[in-house]
């Protein structure tokens, strides 16, 4: 057994251990082992400093999360996009493809509670059917592994699905989304980087919210990756007492850096049934947007996006800094809000630019469709 699969062995995992470690009341320790899934392993769990800290309220279960809230259970509608059990096809050309239910950490915000831990809903038995659903769809470039966390696999089983993968043509580039890195660097051997960089272009995305974070395990795991050519991404979710604030984010874009992370996502929380708790108001996102954005290096500024709900895809926000337009002048802000009047280019009416060929132009009017949560298909 690997130094990693010993360690998740030894995670704290049932209602008995919520009890026994942290005072949990019996009842309540019973009815939230019920509701989703508990494993902090022993590296994540010597990262948490005090009660109810940033890293404590990620994975130790809360009473809020038995609140009848009446939310969905999947917010972004996953499941009416999923053409076979294994795979989420949303967008033109790339997929999810679903590979194990396990985690190493059940986060508490999890967006996929209802699926993941639970292998009657993400299952081995449906990997064949997501390479063949691959295979037959010419537009699919970009394959990300998901889950769950792909990364619980064993490297036998990891490249036996990579080399299908591969095998197909039209698959240029294979993502795996992992929390790893972050929440159990010892899983980021120099073995399974000698395998992924057999299938490259191989990409990771992996899931920091928190400087404290970022250990010098962390940081050895994040090199791993990155001298064997593979490019990490960083996707966080924004939440209420954990990293909603310009500062802490900050320090988290400026150390994932450090360890040759990029930050890519910063999500808004999703809206999803016992995750409410951890919801910030959009304000807030594009606030600490604002206090990134020219306070740091540019390639430390991720995306702040909403995954629309019912399914309609990332959409990215962004602080206000067009002001206004003046004829032909754009009014414009930068980072200190100092203003500045750019004149724009006018095209002259009725000539055509002989430049680059148009491919992507606008219909002119099209039907406008409005989504609302609850009236949004599930
Ligand atoms: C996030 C996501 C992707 C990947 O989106 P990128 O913006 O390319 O990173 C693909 N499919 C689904 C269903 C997703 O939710
Ligand atoms: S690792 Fe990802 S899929 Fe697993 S519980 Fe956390 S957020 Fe959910």
């Not at 790339?94 to 996929?112: H, I």
């Not at 889950?147 to 080399?163: Q, V």
């Not at 996707?235 to 040759?260: H, I, P, S, T, Y």
């Amino acid at each position: 057994m690997e130094l990693w699969q010993e360690m998740l062995r030894r995670s704290v995992d049932s209602g008995k251990d919520l009890v026994e470690r942290f005072g949990f009341d019996k009842d309540l320790a019973e009815r939230l082992n019920k509701l989703f899934h508990i494993r902090i392993n022993p590296y994540y769990l010597s990262l948490i400093r005090y009660p109810g800290d940033p890293i404590w309220l990620q994975c130790i279960p809360d009473e809020q999360e038995l609140q009848e809230d009446g939310l969905p259970e999947d917010p972004l509608a996953e499941d009416s996009h999923s053409p076979v059990p294994s795979i989420v096809h949303r967008y033109p050309d790339r997929v999810l493809f679903l590979t194990t239910s396990q985690c190493s950490m059940y986060c508490r915000f999890c967006t996929r509670k209802r699926k993941v831990g639970d292998s009657s809903k993400i299952n081995m038995k449906y990997i064949q059917g997501g390479i063949d659903y691959i295979a037959s769809r010419p537009e699919v470039r970009d394959v990300i592994m998901s889950g769950g966390d792909p990364l619980m696999l064993t490297d036998f089983m990891l490249e036996r699905i990579i080399a299908g993968l591969r095998a197909i043509p039209h698959v240029e580039i294979i993502r795996l989304g992992t929390k790893m890195p972050c929440v159990l660097p010892q899983r980021i051997t120099p073995k399974l980087v000698r395998m992924l960089k057999k299938y490259h272009p191989i990409y990771v995305n992996t899931h920091f919210n928190h400087p404290w974070e970022c250990t010098p395990e962390a940081k050895r795991a994040c090199e791993l990756l990155a001298d064997g050519g593979i490019p990490v991404g960083n996707q966080a979710v924004l939440m209420k007492g954990v990293n909603d604030n310009a500062d802490v984010m900050l320090e988290l874009v400026r150390k994932l850096l450090v360890m040759r992370v990029r930050p890519y996502y910063l999500y808004q929380a999703d809206i999803t049934k016992g995750a409410n708790h951890f919801r910030t108001p959009v304000s807030v996102g594009l606030e600490i947007m604002d206090k990134l954005r020219g306070h740091t290096s540019g390639l430390a500024i991720p995306h702040f996006v909403i995954d629309a709900p019912g399914g309609g895809g990332k959409i990215p926000l962004l602080p206000q800094y067009v002001l206004g337009r003046n004829g032909n002048q754009v009014i414009l802000r930068n980072y200190k809000y100092d203003i500045y009047v750019y004149p724009d280019v006018e095209e002259e009416p009725g000539v055509e630019t002989p430049t680059v060929e148009k491919k992507f132009t606008r219909k002119k009017s099209r039907p406008v469709k409005i989504y609302e949560p609850d009236k949004a298909k599930v």
